[in-house]
């Protein structure tokens, strides 16, 4: 048996919510973890804190991915076209730098992907996207209640009118891609 070929790719879409449910669902996905980055305050912050706006952290999810199923590529296209890249710093009703639109890179690689396939939907979207590229200096995670958060709490509000929408969008554009 082949031996897994695991890399990480972080981003930031609006709430981390959402963005953990949709990545749970594609193939080659290994893990979605939610969590903060991008912050400019020393130490581990806490969710009310991040809720502040005044860390500079933006809520993310770390993705552990087997590039033998899925590319980082094909990672960076679900992400582009499962939130909106063109508002800055809101997605839906949640507004504040923490729910800016973001790619925290791991090598060079990924930076280059990234830029080039913002570029390349970029002719799909009425506004300008501002989707920040920007270097993983720190991946802090989250508190447990913010994990696999869809997934426990499929009744709640939230969930309903929110994060299912993303999913229906996320079956009809990358049906190919789901576990």
């Known amino acids: 048996m082949a031996t897994k070929n695991l890399k990480l790719a972080t981003f930031g879409g609006g709430c981390f919510w959402c963005t953990e449910a949709v990545f749970q669902e594609i193939k080659g996905v290994e893990n979605v973890v939610s969590g903060y980055s991008?912050?400019?305050?020393?130490?581990?912050?806490?969710?009310?804190e991040i809720c502040s706006g005044l860390t500079g952290h933006a809520e993310v999810v770390q993705i552990t991915f087997d590039e033998r199923i899925i590319s980082y590529k094909e990672?960076?296209?679900?992400?582009?076209?499962?939130?909106?890249?063109?508002?800055l710093n809101k997605q839906g009703a949640d507004v504040g730098t923490q729910y800016r639109s973001v790619i925290f890179y791991h090598d060079e690689t990924q930076k280059e992907t990234?830029?080039?396939?913002?570029?390349?939907?970029?002719?799909?979207?009425?506004?300008?996207?501002?989707t920040e590229v920007?270097?993983?200096?720190?991946?802090?995670i989250a508190e447990d209640a913010h994990q696999n958060y869809y997934r426990?709490?499929?009744?709640?509000?939230?969930?309903?009118?929110?994060?299912?929408?993303?999913?229906?969008?996320?079956r009809k554009l990358h049906a190919e891609q789901l576990k």
Not at 134 to 140: I, M, N
Not at 152 to 170: D, H, R, T, W
């Open 38 to 48: 991008g912050g400019n305050v020393p130490g581990h912050p806490t969710y009310r």
């Open 75 to 87: 990672l960076v296209l679900i992400f582009m076209t499962t939130h909106d890249p063109t508002t």
């Open 114 to 130: 990234a830029q080039t396939l913002i570029k390349a939907v970029a002719a799909y979207y009425d506004g300008p996207i501002v």
């Open 134 to 140: 920007s270097p993983l200096k720190q991946f802090y």
């Open 152 to 170: 426990n709490n499929k009744e709640q509000g939230y969930c309903s009118f929110v994060i299912m929408p993303k999913l229906a969008k996320l």
